[in-house]
């Protein structure tokens, strides 16, 4: 493994370049402004008159539509929702300039060949492991988001330094950069969310609530315990991995851990984490989400609206309303 530091960075490969951001989302904003504060030539591609369009010009960035935006640019950023990328890239591809470079933050419509790029574009990801407010606030800060870069295909042969130098840009060479391919970054995305990070975490929770709830036990206190109390368990890894968490919970909850956690997340469950796996890696999940945008999301919206109509949902806006530092910290 290497992880490629502000050091390793080609100062020359993007200097003087255009740098059109392709949406103006969480990952786009925090991307344009980054790029932006680093003394690059960023111009936004938004939609004439939309949200990002105006909040864009708000920031003091440079707006044009699609279209018009990528005209001389040498690089593209396409930073739009993974299902709208295809029809973007139909738009922008005549004009954009023969060598360019193409960049990704999520590799899914390239693995799963979606955007068929043409021949002469150079096709690279820089995916900065966490959310665009957490790109912003720690380049802001003096920090950075460490990220994952890869190459899908290089004419110019410079590929990799370009990628370097944009994921410099964004404060990503601060925090480290690992080298990847687009399809395991695509993958391992996809399967951490499914399986781990929301998927799996919230169907855990859910279903200890449930369990608390239908034992006779009060709502409130099995809405704090299975999940208001989560964030302390993640802060706790996230900062230190599993010594760490160890290190600060009660030796009770170490042993309840060690004892019973294996008897709720077992084989059988890293058996369905397996199938889930086979899944994404055989394009069955692109396949489905694909279509099911494709016919109006109608399970999607369902499934949706079962989620959010809960009774952990019901019970923890009530509580959460008696917890105001909660919004603070987010702002």
């Given amino acids: 493994m290497k992880l490629f530091s502000q050091k390793d960075v080609d100062r020359k490969a993007l200097k003087g370049a255009r740098i059109a951001v392709i949406g103006y989302g969480s990952?786009?904003?925090?991307?344009?402004?980054?790029?932006?504060?680093?003394?690059?030539?960023?111009?936004?591609?938004?939609?004439?008159?939309?949200?990002?369009?105006?909040?864009?010009?708000k920031d003091g960035l440079a707006v044009a539509e699609p279209a018009t935006a990528v005209v001389g640019a040498e690089l593209v950023a396409m930073l739009t929702p993974d299902l709208t990328q295809k029809g973007v890239y139909k738009s922008i591809e005549k004009g954009l300039k023969k060598g360019a470079?193409?960049?990704?933050?999520?590799?899914?419509?390239?693995?799963?060949?979606?955007?068929?790029?043409?021949?002469?574009?150079?096709?690279?990801?820089?995916?900065?492991?966490g959310p665009g407010g957490l790109v912003r606030r720690q380049y802001q800060q003096g920090r950075g988001v460490p990220s994952l870069i890869a190459v899908f295909q290089d004419p110019s042969g410079k590929g990799f330094a370009k990628a370097l130098a944009y994921a410099h840009g964004i404060g990503g060479t601060r925090g480290g950069v690992l080298k990847t391919t687009f399809a395991e970054e695509t993958e391992t995305d996809l399967f951490g969310e499914q399986a781990v990070l929301c998927g799996g975490a919230t169907e855990l929770v859910v279903k200890g609530f449930e369990t608390l709830v239908e034992a006779g036990y009060q709502p409130e206190v099995a809405y704090y315990e299975c999940l208001h109390e989560l964030k302390l368990i993640v802060d706790l890894l996230h900062e230190g991995g599993l010594a760490k968490m160890h290190k600060y919970i009660s030796e009770t909850a170490k042993y309840g851990d060690l004892t019973r956690g294996p008897r709720i997340v077992n084989a059988a469950t890293k058996k369905e984490m397996r199938k889930v796996?086979?899944?994404?890696?055989?394009?069955?999940?692109?396949?489905?989400?694909?279509?099911?945008?494709?016919?109006?999301?109608?399970?999607?919206?369902?499934?949706?609206?079962?989620?959010?109509?809960?009774?952990?949902?019901k019970v923890g806006a009530a509580l959460r309303e008696r917890m105001p530092w909660l919004s603070e910290e987010r702002a």
């Fill in 27 to 57: 990952q786009g904003r925090a991307h344009a402004l980054n790029l932006k504060d680093s003394g690059f030539d960023v111009v936004v591609g938004v939609r004439r008159g939309g949200d990002g369009w105006k909040s864009a010009k």
């Fill in 101 to 129: 470079t193409l960049l990704f933050a999520h590799g899914f419509n390239i693995h799963f060949k979606q955007i068929r790029p043409r021949k002469d574009l150079d096709v690279v990801l820089i995916a900065p492991k």
């Fill in 277 to 313: 796996l086979k899944e994404i890696q055989q394009g069955k999940f692109a396949r489905q989400w694909i279509s099911e945008n494709a016919k109006g999301r109608r399970k999607y919206d369902r499934l949706m609206k079962k989620d959010l109509t809960h009774k952990i949902e």
